[in-house]
């Protein structure tokens, strides 16, 4: 009797204890009843944080730790998951519970991953988005946020309070978005939307599940760039934080660390979420080859380190010194040196027509002049200055609070700026150089894109690239001659196909991969509709798409374009159907192409040829790791399972080394293709005989086929142990490939068409004379 009494005691403790009672994150989104708490029998556990839950009920109230209420309150998991704020409590899985509120993907299907965590990985990277845009212009510039602790209906609510009834106050929001400040226009979040549209530059485009659905679509990197304007932060009537551009950095990288808790939260503990920040190009590979996302922090402000002003500067070297090593600390690790405005680093590329106009009087406030610019001498240009109506000058000039000097009579276009990088940018320049960072050329004037790509071609530097349109094309070819990555940012299917066509070069010395740059947050439009047609696939083929709907709003890419940044997915769809194979293809490679360049900017050699005298184990150790043969061998040609490097003068132009690695991570096998490399008494050429086979002798081995040795190879004593592994490793050396030289960058057929100084697509947001003008009269300048 008292055994069976034991028996159910030990049953009944069990049937309470929560499911998974050892992981505290493992509740996240469960129905379950949470015995110990008044009224949460019946509860959708909603995270908030890692650890941290809502209780959600049937009736869309809340069990708090003040009681019931409408109000959303959390609680925080004890890490035993057996206490919630301190309460003991007892949680089973429950039935009934209502929905959280929440943004479906409208997709099916699991997204493809790699193999192994060291070989190629296949993805697409936007090189250029805003994702905490939310925190710029003081705070109360932009409706919604990418996320909020509680939930969707807070994170994207009715902006009347940041733009007025009937969105009439948001004065500046209303002339980017409509060209007229006094527009009328629904102001309500979710479910509604109503304004989320590509061409509204101010409502809230990328929420968290919004990005998740272009995840799942194929991008596997993005690299995120906090940005701010001190000038046009001044404009805001109403501000909640202050104007200063490196403030605003400091925010927006610690909430992107917030979101990634979040999402992390929301699938169950650290690092289950869809995308992971980054910090070396190890990491990075890690995380795409387990189907994720690598996220790259850049920043991209006017007044980076605090320095602006060109005549007289605010900043010296040592201050510069002291920001960037505080910005590498939190993780940055890729830069532009600025954004509209000359600053004491570098000139600007500048911008044309009217918004221009506001623009160069937002360059006296910052940098304390107007544009300099003369009449270019050579093929490359920046942007062409638009004549500006005095009166409307004056009227900017008054909205900034600036007094106005006579503007300056440009010469006839082409427009280049007089000024280039200084000896301050120089220093930024090799100062990122030394910390293996990515260098973004972007936004500087033509002159500063020369020096600079000046100053990383004499260190053979290839942590450089340009990915939104903004330097004249012309530059690229040295990029990608370095093994930097260039491509436009984002427009219409049909517009970017063109340039891509334009552009691509027929071949580079490097892997080539391109991208896009969507720049959404940054006050720039997306691409409007295509012909894409519902459902349609992913670029793997993996994931089946319909339409978007987020709340009562259906997002429809073939009617309205890139509304949010879900409609990516989609765009790069209709990118498919226009482009073909081949375009899809230089997509999928733009992940492996950064990340390739971004291990040689952090010090991988290139992987040079072997020489043919060489011992077979002398260029591979057994045993290494992955990353210690990148750095010690260099990058090689093929990277899978087996990756292979090149080796000279064995009369075979594909003869290879190759290391094969274990599911660790580490050479297991070491072999080779190359005309007199031996194993086991044998060398590769040897004439044997016999019908093709594998040969093993112990740790050694050797493939025959035509009566002639073609590889060898040498295993771990582990490894060598399963005689099966180590046939398969040794086809897998039989099949690698290598060539003797890099392909030579060759210019593709339309790139020598191309007009000097085009804008490229992406790289602008036209803004009317007119709208301009009446801006300026309705704030009274």
């Excluded at 990418?146 to 948001?170: H, K, N, Q, R, V």
């Excluded at 490359?380 to 609070?401: K, R």
């Excluded at 089946?544 to 709340?551: E, I, L, N, P």
């Excluded at 050429?685 to 190879?713: E, F, Q, S, W």
Aim: overall charge positive; proline content about 6%; aromatic content about 8%.
């Amino acid at each position: 009797m008292l055994k069976t009494g034991l028996v159910v005691i030990a049953l009944s403790l069990l049937l309470a204890a929560p499911a998974g009672a050892a992981d505290r994150y493992s509740f996240a989104g469960g129905c379950y009843a949470v015995g110990g708490l008044a009224g949460a029998e019946q509860v959708r556990m909603q995270a908030t944080a890692l650890g941290r839950y809502l209780l959600y009920r049937p009736d869309g109230t809340y069990v708090t730790p003040g009681g019931i209420s409408a109000t959303p309150a959390d609680w925080g998991m004890g890490a035993d998951a057996r206490t919630l704020d301190g309460v003991p409590v007892t949680i089973t899985p429950a039935s009934g519970c209502a929905a959280f509120p929440e943004a479906p993907l409208n997709a099916t299907g699991t997204p493809s991953k790699g193999a192994t965590e060291f070989g190629r990985v296949g993805g697409v990277v936007d090189g250029h988005m805003h994702w905490m845009t939310y925190e710029y212009f003081g705070g109360r510039f932009h409706c919604g946020k990418p996320w909020d602790s509680f939930g969707i209906t807070y994170a994207l609510p009715d902006c009347a309070a940041i733009e007025g009834p009937g969105g009439t106050a948001a004065v500046f929001q209303n002339f980017l978005n409509y060209g007229n400040p006094a527009q009328a226009h629904d102001t309500r979040g979710y479910p509604y939307l109503t304004e989320t549209k590509a061409t509204n530059l101010t409502r809230e485009g990328t929420y968290w599940r919004w990005v998740q659905r272009a995840w799942m679509a194929g991008l596997r990197l993005m690299v995120m760039g906090v940005n701010e304007n001190r000038v046009l932060c001044t404009l805001q009537p109403v501000k909640v934080t202050d104007c200063d551009e490196m403030a605003t950095v400091h925010r927006g990288l610690d909430d992107i660390h917030r979101l990634q808790d979040y999402v992390d939260a929301q699938a169950g503990g650290p690092g289950k979420g869809f995308f992971q920040v980054v910090t070396d190009p190890y990491e990075a590979r890690r995380v795409i080859n387990r189907g994720q996302m690598a996220v790259v922090l850049e920043i991209e402000i006017s007044e980076p380190f605090g320095c602006r002003g060109w005549t007289v500067r605010s900043c010296d070297r040592a201050q510069i010194d002291r920001e960037l090593a505080d910005l590498h600390r939190r993780g940055v690790r890729s830069a532009l040196l600025l954004n509209k405005y000359d600053n004491p680093l570098t000139g600007v590329r500048f911008d044309s027509g009217a918004q221009g106009a506001l623009i160069n009087v937002g360059n006296l406030a910052s940098a304390g002049s107007f544009w300099s610019a003369k009449t270019c001498t050579g093929p490359l240009a920046d942007n062409p200055i638009a004549t500006a109506d005095p009166g409307l000058l004056t009227g900017i000039s008054g909205l900034l609070g600036i007094t106005l000097p006579p503007p300056p009579l440009y010469p006839k276009a082409p427009h280049c700026n007089t000024r280039g990088l200084t000896d301050l940018g120089e220093h930024v320049v090799t100062s990122m150089m030394d910390k293996r960072m990515i260098v973004n050329p972007d936004h500087m004037s033509q002159a500063a894109v020369d020096a600079t790509l000046t100053l990383l071609e004499r260190r053979g530097y290839s942590g450089v690239i340009s990915p939104h349109g903004w330097m004249d094309p012309g530059n690229w070819p040295r990029l990608w001659k370095l093994g930097g990555l260039a491509f436009p940012g984002h427009s219409d299917a049909a517009r970017y196909v063109e340039d891509w066509q334009r552009y691509r070069p027929r071949s580079t010395p490097y892997e080539l991969g391109w991208g896009f740059g969507a720049d959404l947050g940054g006050l720039s439009t997306q691409p409007g509709k295509g012909g894409l047609t519902y459902p349609f696939k992913s670029l793997d083929g993996a994931v089946t798409f319909d339409r978007q709907t987020t709340g009562q709003r259906t997002f429809d890419y073939a009617a309205e374009g890139v509304a949010t940044y879900g409609q990516y997915a989609d765009w790069l769809a209709d990118l498919k159907r226009v482009g073909g194979d081949q375009l899809a293809d230089d997509l999928w490679d733009g992940a492996e192409a950064y990340l390739q360049m971004w291990e040689r900017a952090d010090g991988v050699p290139t992987g040079g040829c072997a020489a043919r005298t060489q011992g077979l184990t002398k260029r591979l150790k057994l045993g290494a790791s992955w990353t210690g043969v990148l750095r010690g061998t260099g990058q090689p040609q093929q990277r899978d399972r087996a990756w292979s490097w090149c080796v000279k003068g064995t009369g075979n132009p594909r003869a290879a080394d190759v290391a094969v690695f274990g599911d660790d991570g580490r050479v297991a096998v070491v072999g080779s293709t190359a005309q007199g490399r031996r194993s086991a008494g044998v060398a590769v050429g040897r004439r044997v005989g016999g019908k093709p086979r594998i040969v093993i002798d112990g740790r050694r081995a050797y493939a025959v086929r035509g009566g002639r040795v073609r590889a060898v190879a040498v295993a771990t004593r582990a490894f060598a142990r399963d005689r099966t592994a180590l046939r398969a490793a040794v086809r897998a050396v039989s099949a690698a490939r290598a060539t003797q030289s890099r392909p030579a960058f060759v210019a593709g057929a339309k790139a020598a068409t191309a007009p000097t100084g085009r804008t490229l697509a992406g790289s602008g947001n036209p803004v009317d004379d007119a709208a301009l003008t009446l801006l300026c009269k309705l704030v009274g300048a």
